[in-house]
């Protein structure tokens, strides 16, 4: 299984900071039709998780321009340009290259 | 507007069995795969099992191989899921989720396995 190792555990930053989310794969997740299935989602608490960002640096629509997404093989980064309060809450990484598809451990952002 | 609502969860005893609906509304639901994932208590989320848009593919996670069967009713927009044998460590929330991004996501149904 490919596993998926996010740092830091927790943040826990002002508003108008800018944070930044690490996310590595055991292997490759470029896939053989070229696309790179690395994603991200956040769960704000006490909610079901919502998407942020497909195929490592696509923002859904109604996404904010303050994240952003990049990275390639098996390095991935979000990024939070100035974090807002509506931001808490656990991001996960994870991947949709390889079955079994897995997910980071999750990263806690707290606002200070 | 995307809805998904999971439903059939509860208390459960080990070993026995249990059937997870998932109503779909908003988008072509025979157009899309679609996805169970989990997340125990305060834990983090586990993908369960994946089943194409027209049925003939599924995939599972090994732990719940030969004991869970995903599947769905395009006429009805409804994806389901058997649990059979179940164990404490399959006490979590269940979400059912669509297509290759995991898109949306429903309330989830909570399934507790306990005697």
């Known amino acids: 299984d490919v596993v998926m190792t996010q740092t830091p555990v927790s943040l826990s930053l002002a508003i108008g900071q800018p944070a930044s989310i690490s996310c590595k794969s055991s292997?490759?997740?470029?896939?053989?039709?070229?696309?790179?299935?690395l994603n991200w989602i956040l769960q704000r608490p006490g909610q079901s998780p919502k998407r942020l960002i497909y195929q490592v640096s696509k923002l859904y629509s109604e996404v904010p321009d303050r994240f952003s997404g990049s990275g390639s093989e098996t390095e991935f980064t979000l990024k939070i340009s100035r974090v807002e309060a509506e931001d808490l809450g656990v991001y996960y990484c994870?991947?949709?290259?390889?079955?079994?598809?897995?997910f980071g451990s999750g990263t806690k952002l707290e606002i200070k | 507007e995307v809805q998904l609502v999971e439903s059939g969860g509860g208390l459960v005893q080990p070993g026995r069995s249990m059937k997870l609906s998932c109503a779909a509304s908003?988008?072509?639901?025979?157009?899309?795969?679609m996805a169970w994932v989990r997340q125990a208590p305060t834990k983090g989320l586990e993908w369960v099992a994946t089943i194409s848009y027209d049925g003939s593919s599924t995939y599972y996670r090994d732990s719940v191989k030969g004991r869970f069967t995903i599947s769905r009713d395009n006429a009805k927009s409804t994806l389901y899921l058997q649990m059979n044998s179940l164990r404490s460590e399959d006490t979590a929330t269940y979400y059912c989720?669509?297509?290759?991004?995991?898109?949306?996501w429903g309330q989830g149904v909570m399934v507790t396995v306990s005697s």
């Open positions: 994870w991947q949709g290259t390889h079955f079994p598809f897995t």
């Open positions: 908003g988008f072509t639901f025979s157009n899309y795969g």
């Open positions: 989720t669509p297509g290759a991004y995991f898109d949306y």
């Open positions: 292997q490759s997740l470029l896939g053989t039709s070229g696309k790179t299935f």
